[in-house]
């Protein structure tokens, strides 16, 4: 198993070196968890029946991770929309991470952790919670979308989206996005956006 997170530690270094510090923080601390997991439950079952019960060892709490690019953000985004393809195209590279039932005190230990880290590594908050609730609804517990924009143009973007009794989203991206497009999208595009995305991409996130 040692060999398997090595080698997704190395291709996650390769495919996210244009992400931030914190995500990658956060991908290569997930992978480690994994394996130190699966290495504990190796064990517990070479000594099975001696005190060792592999089911009783507790799966960390960890982030599940995908990458995406123009092509494939295409594919899952089914739409007609020149304005919305237009932006899609200058997506250089979306990390996306998506975190299981997660408490709500873990939670929050990770988004002000995201918080923290990105602000010092120069990234501006771009939308604060309250602005992000009224965006996307009052019950969002934990949102905010930090950037770096430069020339009236985001470079990178990390959004964090978690409502009650729902996955904790991350969406670290590079590109080339007018601020005032995305801006835009937020406040008036987005719920169509979620509609025209595909189900069967959905149920391959949830595992289904």
Not at 5 to 19: E, R
Not at 43 to 67: C, T, Y
Not at 83 to 107: G, P, Q, T, W, Y
Request: proline share 3%.
């Amino acid at each position: 198993m040692r060999i398997y997170a090595i080698v997704f530690l190395l291709l996650a270094c390769q495919m996210g070196l244009a992400q931030s510090k914190v995500t990658r923080a956060q991908m290569d601390a997930d992978a480690l968890a994994m394996e130190s997991y699966y290495a504990l439950r190796n064990e517990a079952w070479s000594r099975n029946g001696k005190g060792m019960d592999p089911d009783s060892i507790a799966m960390p709490v960890v982030f599940s991770s995908s990458f995406f690019y123009p092509s494939t953000l295409r594919v899952i985004l089914r739409t007609e929309d020149a304005a919305l393809n237009s932006m899609i195209n200058k997506v250089h590279e979306l990390a996306f991470l998506r975190c299981d039932d997660i408490a709500f005190e873990e939670a929050t230990v990770i988004y002000q952790k995201f918080s923290d880290g990105l602000s010092a590594e120069g990234f501006t908050l771009l939308a604060d919670a309250d602005l992000t609730k009224k965006w996307l609804g009052s019950e969002l517990e934990h949102g905010s979308i930090f950037g770096v924009v430069k020339n009236g143009n985001i470079k990178q973007c990390v959004m964090m989206l978690h409502f009650p009794d729902q996955p904790f989203y991350i969406a670290d991206f590079t590109g080339n996005i007018s601020f005032d497009s995305l801006t835009k999208l937020m406040m008036n595009d987005l719920p169509g956006i979620f509609n025209k995305i595909d189900p069967s991409f959905l149920k391959s996130l949830a595992g289904q």
